[in-house]
């Protein structure tokens, strides 16, 4: 007797692998388990022990209200269709091979994991930090719990304008009793709480109107509480920087417009914007940023009529002892997957994986989110990226020919094709003979309520466990057997 095709009936359905438990990772879950029909079953996989990516590990502590997407993602977790495998290293833990051969169909949601570099002398000196991971220290990563960020410094320059700039400028400014309320890591909270950062330069190689921040991240810089920010009026006066501008552009003039009006009123700390400057040299004594040469730069219109910045010339030397890149992230390569080094991302077509030498999709791998796209939008840009990439993949199902059904394909391999063997308990199995001490979502929940217990204690959203043998620790405590 003939079984279904796979994913049209509970005994047999579509099994998915995700790897990446962050916001694309879910949103592609969750559109998964929308598809009208279908009968899926989907595990996720992440090298962290906690879930949700970006939302734990890149959202600013002081930005709660935008953590609470997070109840999006809590939802499909639960979905009894659905696996989480924390503390597992796709590359180390489990092969694309081993995947492929226990899953229908993989799809990548990786994010960015690294950063775009300066390429400038002097950019590896002490003091000179990735904005990668100094927000990945002062969110409790565990691969960044050991790291230290002295802030004894009075100047720091943070290179570039985008939303990570405006977080990195925001915490760096504002007072520490603010963030004592928020689910900072404690180690970096003690930090800021001996902070001496008096000034903030925040650099831009291009004008005003070219800003990538966002104006609520712009605007809630003014709020701040004694703090100046302080923008030239004369660098927003140039019309050529306008161009056509978009409504955030709009926007986002107003904001510095306001700003340049206030001026300087004498307050505690300033948030200095320099527009139209590049790094070029990051100067060192001893071993330690000791300044940073920036060359000035003018807009010129290219022969696709956008206007780019190009160097004069003329340098000057900014008195700061510290200096943080914010100009993007990168995706890395993961083992054995195609990748395409110079725009950082997995090749793809509408989220397919393509073989880069062949130009040809490759049958049930799929790729979701900044490792699809590029390093762009923001949390609720994965939504629609998810959902196309769900709606390849659906439809590559759906054209299988033969119908994909539960018996091991003879002819040549179609779009989607069964997996080599291994039902729900094979990648369970697996992990445990290699010894791998994997998070499902019932000890992510024993995490959870530890963090949310300690943050309680103490007025707090909750306080994370910064390392992943104390998160362990904390699931073996709860699952400890009361004596009686």
Known sequence: MTTPPIGKSEERPLRVAVVGAGPSGY??????LDAAGLHVAIDVFDRLPAPFGLVRYGVAPDHQK???????????????????????????????????A?????????GAQSDRRMDIPGEDLDGSWSSTE???????HPEFAGADYPLHHRQV???GIGNVAMDCARLLARPAADLATTDIADGALEVFRRSRVTDVWVLARRGPAQAACTPPELKELGELDDVDVLVDAAQLDDPAMAGEPDRQTVKNLEVFRELAERGDRGMARRIRFRFLVSPVRVLGEDGRVAGLEVERNELRAGADGRMRPVGTGDTEVLPVTAVIRAIGYRSLPLPGVPFDDRHSVIPNQRGRVVDPERGEALPREYVVGWAKRGPSGLIGTNKPDSQETVETLLADLAAAEPPLAAEPATAAEPAMAEPRGGGPAAVAELLERRGVAYVDYEAWQCIDRAELRRGEASGRPRVKLCRADEMLAAVAAERQPVDT
Do not use: Q
């Not at 949103?27 to 998964?32: D, E």
């Not at 226990?102 to 990786?110: M, Q, W």
């Not at 100094?134 to 409790?140: D, H, K, T």
């Open 27 to 32: 949103y592609a879950v969750a559109a998964l």
């Open 134 to 140: 100094f927000v990945a220290w002062y969110n409790g």
């Open 66 to 100: 935008i953590k609470l997407v997070s109840r999006v993602f809590e939802k499909a977790a639960r979905d009894p269709r659905v696996r989480f495998f924390g503390n597992v290293d796709f590359g180390r833990d489990l092969s694309r091979d081993d995947l492929l």
């Open 157 to 159: 320059a943070i290179v």
């Open 102 to 110: 226990l899953y229908d169909t993989v799809i990548y949601a990786v």
